[in-house]
């Protein structure tokens, strides 16, 4: 079964400590893996869509990498607007199903 | 350029009741796809309408249903509500199948 599985469940952060955030998928054919963003009471934000291994891409302090079984959210020195669900989802065909992961909480902490 | 808009925003209903929520999807955009995020399950795909045709369906009981109008908007319905269907519903929109997926704020449905 296509699965998707973030780790860590939670992660908490000194402002400007980096970290990574890790997105295990388990999808045959993959035709994108996704990130978003959530804030509480907020639908998801979108971040970075990735297709192919070694691809890579940047936002502001987040950099997303893809390889054939994993992808990675880098975060560069957080600030505390950085604290939110991350959100990590698959999708094998081209339809507009999306696999998610149940998402990281980042707390970043000034 | 307005984003993904959800009506209402919050829901109060009980046990057998029935509840129809409303999504608008961004300008142009002709695919529309509703979730289900609960804390225990995360989110979960409901379905998926383009150019008022179902092309995709979760694994949810027959209860829940959904409909596209030629504007792209979309409803979805969830007929003899159950406790477990407490959930942020959330609705999300793109150009079109295969396409990046913008998220509105979603419905926050309380059954009792």
């Known amino acids: 079964e296509d699965q998707v599985t973030q780790s860590p469940e939670a992660l908490r952060l000194q402002e400007g400590e980096s970290s990574s955030l890790n997105c295990s998928y388990t999808?045959?054919?993959?035709?994108?893996l996704f990130w978003y963003r959530q804030d509480p009471g907020k639908g998801p934000e979108f971040l970075f869509t990735l297709y192919s291994a070694g691809e890579e891409k940047e936002k502001e302090r987040l950099k997303a990498t893809l390889t054939k079984k994993e992808s990675f959210l880098h975060i560069t020195a957080p600030k505390p607007e950085d604290s939110a669900t991350y959100l990590c989802?698959?999708?094998?065909?081209?339809?507009?199903?999306?696999?998610f992961g149940t998402g990281t909480r980042l707390q970043v902490f000034p | 350029k307005a984003g993904v808009t959800q009506t209402p925003r919050y829901l109060i209903k009980t046990r057998g009741q029935q509840v129809t929520l409303s999504c608008s999807p961004i300008?142009?955009?002709?695919?529309v796809s509703w979730y289900q995020q609960t804390p225990g399950q995360g989110l979960q795909f409901l379905f998926e309408?383009?150019?008022?045709?179902?092309?995709n369906k979760g694994n949810f009981p027959g209860r829940f249903s959904g409909r596209q109008f030629s504007n792209s908007r979309s409803e979805m319905n969830v007929s003899t509500l159950e406790l477990g269907d407490s959930a942020l519903y959330l609705c999300a929109s793109s150009r079109g199948p295969g396409e990046t997926q913008y998220f509105g704020p979603g419905t926050r449905l309380l059954v009792l």
């Open positions: 300008s142009g955009h002709r695919s």
């Open positions: 989802a698959s999708r094998q065909d081209n339809t507009d199903k999306l696999i």
């Open positions: 309408y383009f150019s008022e045709t179902q092309r």
């Open positions: 999808v045959s054919g993959l035709r994108g």
